[in-house]
């Protein structure tokens, strides 16, 4: 997508505990679909965000992006989220590596629309002790990030399954690392960077709740009034 014009996001501060955090901010006009809270890794490229917070606006969803850092950072963007008029079904997680995990973790305790994790290395004897999803959840895997063998990832992916009414899903890419999800010319790495983006607007688009539009809400009142 860097070859294309992007919306470049609003930088604003947030207060996470006793830490303020960086946080950059999309807002669409009009009726946006729902809005995604984007946790990535501490050392993420800012063009990745952007590009990655593009590519969720370019299905209707306005986003926050934060790096993990601070505690109580979850609370903090999920709060703002609040503030911005969205409720939590109407809110999507989206992480991306060390991100990735705290959206497992929130999945696991939060009720939400729908988490994504792309290339998450979660703690699988942690998940194994306490498998219950709250969330669906879906995770993204290169074959060859080297963090979790692809056995390990199928072991994740059946303990949740196993041990959680909420449904998910694990799908691993060939041929690829755990920067699969950035856009690269290479025809192995172009592909798994394709479809996992289509597989996240997909996961999203499904399960995140839509706001009504300012139509929906004015019919909604007169044939209620």
């Not at 409720?87 to 994504?116: H, N, S, Y």
């Not at 890419?173 to 010319?185: A, C, I, L, T, W």
């Amino acid at each position: 997508m860097s070859d294309l014009i992007l919306i470049q996001p609003t930088r604003t501060m947030l207060t996470a505990t006793r830490d303020d955090v960086h946080v950059l901010e999309i807002r669409l006009g009009g009726a946006p679909r729902g809005l995604v809270v984007l946790v990535i890794g501490p050392d993420t490229p800012e063009i990745d965000v952007v590009e990655a917070m593009n590519h969720l606006a370019g299905d209707g969803f306005e986003s926050i992006a934060a790096a993990v850092g601070p505690g109580g950072l979850a609370d903090a963007l999920l709060a703002r989220a609040a503030d911005r008029g969205w409720e939590p079904e109407q809110t999507g997680v989206v992480g991306i590596g060390a991100g990735g995990d705290l959206a497992l973790e929130l999945a696991r305790t939060r009720l939400l629309g729908a988490v994504v994790s792309l290339s998450p290395t979660p703690d699988l004897a942690d998940v194994a002790a306490r498998p219950v999803l709250r969330t669906p959840w879906l995770g993204l895997f290169g074959e060859h990030a080297g963090d979790l063998t692809r056995r390990e990832v199928g072991a994740l992916g059946l303990a949740l399954e196993a041990g959680s009414d909420v449904f998910s899903q694990v799908v691993v890419y060939p041929g690829v690392g755990s920067d699969f999800h950035r856009r690269s010319e290479d025809g192995i790495s172009f592909a798994a960077s394709y479809d996992g983006w289509q597989r996240v607007a997909e996961w999203l688009l499904a399960r995140v709740a839509a706001r009504p539009t300012p139509l929906a809400l004015a019919w909604r009142e007169r044939t209620t009034g």
